[in-house]
């Protein structure tokens, strides 16, 4: 059983409650990455940023399947993380 099959199994059973945080959570980090490329001046960062969070918070929403619901989330918090440490640095 791989890793995503795991994760797909793990977000099935606590559906509604594993939604609520994954969506809060990188609702937040999305927030701040768009925030610190604000004020960096970055706006390519920022629809970056917008986009990509705001996908996840659809899939989320709109009760999608539990693949596309993890891969867009870990692709939003992967994304914004690394945004956040290239404002941080640059």
């Known amino acids: 059983m791989g890793w995503l099959t795991k994760q797909e ?3 099935e059973e606590n559906r509604f409650g594993a939604m609520t945080v994954m969506l809060t959570f990188q609702s937040c980090l999305g927030s701040v990455a768009a925030m610190l490329a604000i004020q960096d001046g ?3 960062l920022v629809s970056v940023v917008a986009v990509l969070t705001m996908s996840s918070n659809a899939m989320f929403i709109a009760q999608a399947d ?5 891969v867009t ?3 939003s ?3 914004n993380t690394l945004i956040i440490l290239f404002t941080a640095f640059y």
């Open 73 to 75: 989330f870990y692709l």
């Open 42 to 44: 970055i706006w390519a």
């Open 66 to 70: 539990a693949k596309p619901c993890i």
């Open 77 to 79: 918090v992967v994304v």
């Open 9 to 11: 199994a793990k977000f």
